[in-house]
C-alpha cells in the first residue's frame, strides 16, 4: 500500500511523476504529493488529479518524487501527506511501510531541538536522514537506515544533489524502470510500461542511486550487488479502460481470456494431465505428501477454500487453509511430508510474504500461486504457478480471483492424476478447462439480467450469501465483493450453518443470495432455502441450466452453464461479481476505489 513514483531525466518530471502515481493509485488513494527539484513540492488530500491540479504549469524541474498515501500513522490530512522534508525543507522523502520505532527515533530528534508538523512515521525519517546528511544523500540514508525497524521501501532526493536520487527496500516493493538519458522508480512495474518494458527488482536489504544514466546497487553495508535488467511482457492496453465504465467492469469482462492464459500450453488433454513447467521438478514430491497449507489473504484466502476441497476431493491430499495474518503467528510443525501453498495476486501482500518466510524458516517446501511476475513471493517461494492474468487494476479482486481458481484446479488436475485419479477422470477435468472460457463468455453474455437483478437489490441493507461445499467459498467471496463495492452489510454462511443462529437475522427486508448449481448437495441446498423463504426473506438464487425448480423457491433466478463439478464454482463466481458490480454502480459509488482499502496491502 501507499504509492511511490520517482524520475531522474531530461523531460519535465510533474506530468511524468502525475501519471505514474494514477497507476499506482490502486495502492492508496487518501492523499497524494509530489515534489520537483528546483520547482516545488504540492501536497493534498484526496486523489491524484487533485494535486494534479495544484501543480502549476510554470514547473520545468526534471527531477523529482511523488507518493499516493493509504494512511497509516495520521488521518489522510494534507499535513500528513507525502514528501516529507528535512528541518531545511531540502531533503525530502517518499515512503511505503511503517517505521516501528518511530516514536524512540522521534524522542531523541525532539531533545535535538527538531520540530515535527505531521503526525507521521515518515517525517521521523525524513528529520532522521536530514540530521545524518554531511553532504552525500547515500551516505545519510545509510546512516539513518541503521536505526530504523519497520518496513520501508523509500524514494529521497536533494535539493542539492537534484539529479541522484537514493531508494531503499526492506519490505516493500521498489521497481527500477530504464529509459534512454532517464530513469525511473516506482512501487511496482505497472506505471513503468509506458516509458520502459526494462526494469530491475530491488530486493530487501538493498539501497541504489538511480541518475539519468545509470543505476548501482548495494547492501546497507555498501557491498555492491549486481542485477542485470529484466523485460516486462504485460502490454500497455492492460492498463486502460479500453471502453468500459470501470476497470472492475473490464476486469469481470476479462474472465473467458484470464481463463484462455491461465490454462494456455498447460494442459495435456488425451493423457488428462496438467504441465506446469514451474512446480514440474516438484511433483513428485507434491504428490507425496500428506499436507498442504494454503496461506493467503482477502479474495485468495477464498480461492484457497475451494482449493482446498479440490484437492481433497480429486487429489486424496489433506488440505489447511490458513489467513496469512494468523499462519504467520502460527506454530508450524517442520515435516517433509508438509508443504505450504501462498495464493497472492501482488505477490506483496505482507502476511503472506511473512507466512512463506516463517515456513521456510522451518524447512517446508513452499510454493505459489502469483500473478505479478517479478513479485517478492515469487520470487521467495521455491516454486509456482504464474497466473497470466495480466494486471488487474480494480481494488476487488476479479480477474485475479478466477485465474486463481483456474490454477488451483491444474494444480489439482496435476496432483490427482500423481496420485491416482484415473486417465478418464483426468481427461475430463482438462477437457471441461478447455471448454471454460465459453461458458463464462455465456454468463457475460446475459450480464444485463444481472444488472437488473441488482437494481432491485441495491435498495436493500443487508444481504445474505449461502453455498454449500465448493459453493461455500463461493459464498464468502460473494459477500466480500458486496461489501468492498457496495458498502452493504452482507455475510456469508455455509447454507447447513444458517440455521445456528444467523437465521434469525432474516426477514422480508434481509436477502438472501443462495448458491445452488446441480450438484451433490443440491438437494440440501434447496431445503436450505425453503428455510429462508419461511422467513420470508427475498432469495436470489444461482443455478445450473436447465434447472426450472429453482425459480418455485427464489424470487429471482440466474442459470450458468453447467461445466465439470471441479470447475463449477469458477462459473458461478462470475454473476456474484456482476452482482457486486452493478449494486455498487447503482449505489453511484467509486466501485474501483471503494473507501479504507487499498488492493496490495504491504503492512501487516
Ligand atoms: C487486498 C485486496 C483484496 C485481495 C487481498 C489479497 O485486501 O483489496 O482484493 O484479495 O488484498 O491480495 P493479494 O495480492 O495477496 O492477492
Redesign the pocket.
Known amino acids: 500500500m501507499c504509492g511511490i513514483f520517482g524520475y531522474v531525466g531530461q523531460r519535465p518530471a510533474a506530468p511524468i511523476i502525475l501519471d505514474g502515481l494514477r497507476a499506482l493509485e490502486y495502492r492508496g488513494y487518501d492523499s497524494a504529493g509530489v515534489y520537483v527539484a528546483g520547482s516545488g513540492v504540492v501536497k493534498a488530500t484526496g486523489p491524484v488529479d487533485i494535486v494534479a491540479s495544484l501543480v502549476p504549469k510554470t514547473w520545468t524541474g526534471t527531477s523529482g518524487i511523488g507518493h499516493t498515501r493509504w494512511a497509516t500513522h495520521g488521518p489522510p490530512t494534507e499535513r500528513n501527506a507525502h514528501p516529507h522534508s528535512d528541518m531545511s525543507d531540502s531533503l525530502w522523502i517518499v515512503h511505503n511501510g511503517i517505521i516501528e520505532n518511530y516514536q524512540a527515533l522521534k524522542e531523541g530528534l525532539l531533545m535535538q531541538g527538531v520540530q515535527f508538523s505531521s503526525d507521521t512515521d515518515t517525517e521521523v525519517l525524513a528529520k532522521l536522514i536530514g540530521s545524518l546528511y554531511r553532504g552525500d544523500v547515500r551516505e545519510a540514508v545509510l546512516a539513518a537506515l541503521s536505526l530504523v525497524e519497520g518496513a520501508y521501501g523509500i524514494a529521497v532526493m536533494s535539493e542539492h544533489d537534484p539529479y541522484r536520487l537514493v531508494v531503499a527496500r526492506q519490505g516493500s516493493p521498489l521497481v527500477i524502470g530504464l529509459g534512454t538519458g532517464e530513469n525511473f522508480v516506482a512501487s511496482d512495474a505497472a506505471p513503468l510500461l509506458i516509458h520502459t518494458k526494462d526494469v530491475v527488482y530491488l530486493t530487501d536489504g538493498e539501497v541504489a542511486v538511480i541518475d539519468r544514466q545509470s543505476y548501482s546497487i548495494t547492501n546497507r553495508a555498501g557491498k555492491a550487488h549486481t542485477r542485470l535488467p529484466e523485460r516486462i511482457e504485460w502490454s500497455v492496453e492492460t492498463l486502460q479502460k479500453n471502453g468500459y465504465a470501470h476497470f472492475m467492469e473490464k476486469e469481470i469482462f476479462e474472465a473467458p481470456s484470464v481463463v484462455e492464459n491461465t490454462i494456455r500450453g498447460r494442459l495435456l488433454l488425451e493423457r488428462g494431465r496438467a504441465k506446469l513447467g514451474g512446480i514440474e521438478a516438484h511433483l513428485p514430491h507434491l504428490a507425496s505428501l500428506e499436507r498442504l497449507l494454503i496461506v ?5 484466502y477464498y480461492a484457497g477454500q475451494v482449493g482446498r476441497i479440490m484437492l481433497e476431493e480429486y487429489g486424496g491430499l489433506p488440505v489447511e487453509v490458513e489467513l496469512g495474518s494468523e499462519f504467520r503467528y502460527k506454530r508450524i510443525f517442520a515435516h517433509d511430508k508438509t508443504a505450504v501453498l501462498a ?7 505482507a502476511d ?1 510474504l511473512t507466512s512463506v518466510r516463517r515456513a521456510k524458516e522451518a524447512g517446508l517446501l513452499t510454493l505459489g500461486i502469483v500473478n505479478v511476475v517479478g513479485s517478492t513471493i515469487a520470487r521467495e517461494t521455491d516454486a509456482g504457478i504464474y497466473n497470466h492474468a495480466g494486471p488487474e487494476v480494480a ?3 476479479t480477474k ?1 480471483f478466477i485465474s486463481q481458481l483456474t490454477a488451483l484446479a491444474l494444480l489439482t488436475l496435476a496432483v490427482a492424476r500423481e496420485r491416482g485419479l484415473s486417465l478418464q477422470d483426468g481427461q475430463a477435468i482438462a477437457q471441461g478447462l478447455q471448454e471454460l472460457p465459453a461458458a463464462l463468455q455465456t454468463v457475460l453474455d446475459r450480464a444485463a439480467e444481472i444488472k437488473a437483478i441488482a437494481a432491485t437489490y441495491a435498495t436493500y441493507r443487508d444481504a445474505m450469501f449461502i453455498g454449500r461445499k465448493l459453493h461455500a467459498p463461493i459464498a464468502y467471496e460473494g459477500a466480500l465483493k458486496l461489501k ?1 463495492v457496495t458498502y452493504l452489510h452482507a455475510e456469508a454462511y455455509a447454507g447447513g450453518e444458517l440455521k445456528h443462529g444467523s437465521i434469525a437475522l432474516l426477514d422480508p427486508s434481509f436477502p438472501v443470495v443462495a448458491l445452488a448449481p446441480r450438484d451433490a448437495v443440491y438437494e440440501k441446498m434447496i431445503s436450505n432455502i425453503e428455510e429462508v423463504r419461511a422467513r420470508q426473506a427475498p432469495v436470489f438464487a444461482i443455478g445450473t441450466a436447465g434447472d426450472h425448480d429453482l425459480s418455485r423457491v427464489a424470487n429471482d433466478v440466474f442459470l450458468v452453464p453447467s461445466v465439470h463439478p471441479l470447475l463449477q464454482p469458477i462459473v458461478t463466481v462470475l454473476p456474484l461479481q456482476l452482482f457486486a458490480y452493478y449494486v455498487g454502480v447503482a449505489r453511484g459509488l467509486n466501485v474501483d476505489r471503494p473507501r479504507n ?5 504491504t503492512v501487516e
Do not use: H, R
Request: aromatic share 0%; glycine share 14%; with cysteine.
Open positions: 493467503g489473504c482477502g479474495s485468495a495464493i497472492t495476486q501482488s505477490g506483496e501482500t503472506t481494488v476487488a479482486s485475479a468492498e482499502l487499498a488492493k496490495s496491502v
